[in-house]
């Protein structure tokens, strides 16, 4: 009898593009994989932007003088440092950028982990990640189990 099971290994993939949606599934993720005894890995996607720039007229891009990649870098790398200074007990935090549109970035470091968690909103395009649509996408085609979390939801009231 052939087992079709896929091996899963522990990790917790994490999306994260700076919101303050991403910071909140950042936190819960990091608290799940406390609990579960399960590393993180935390990816950030970056794209080229389609804008027309200040050579056509417009206004100077406000990252101009970086790349893409840089800036985007450097935003995962702050929104690590601002989420973990606040939490107890920090667990194995990898990080990861990658270049190319957000879900499929997301999907396939999901290949394998024991859970993607998303944000249920990003920054936009933009930003280049869209957590909003890349969430739903995610939801639909993730080859693990996906955690969309919620931004500070209300507690309920009767």
């Known amino acids: ?66 790349s893409i990649a840089t800036i985007t870098e450097k935003v995962l790398a702050e929104t690590v440092a601002d989420v973990t200074g606040q939490q107890d007990q920090p667990v194995e935090i990898r990080t990861r950028v990658a270049q190319g549109h957000p879900a499929q970035v997301l999907l396939e470091a999901a290949a394998g982990a024991q859970m993607l968690v998303l944000g249920s909103r990003g920054h936009g395009t933009l930003a280049g990640i869209l957590l909003g649509s890349v969430s739903q996408h995610c939801v639909q085609h993730a080859p693990c189990p996906v955690v969309v979390v919620p931004q500070d939801p209300a507690p309920s009231r009767p």
Do not use: C, F
């Open 1 to 66: 009898m052939n087992d079709h099971r896929e091996t899963r290994d522990r990790r917790i993939v994490i999306g994260v593009d700076g919101s303050i949606h991403s910071k909140t599934a950042l936190r819960w993720a990091i608290t799940q994989a406390r609990l579960v005894g399960a590393p993180v890995e935390v990816v950030s996607a970056w794209q080229e932007p389609v804008l027309i720039g200040h050579s056509y007229g417009g206004p100077p891009l406000p990252y101009e003088g970086e």
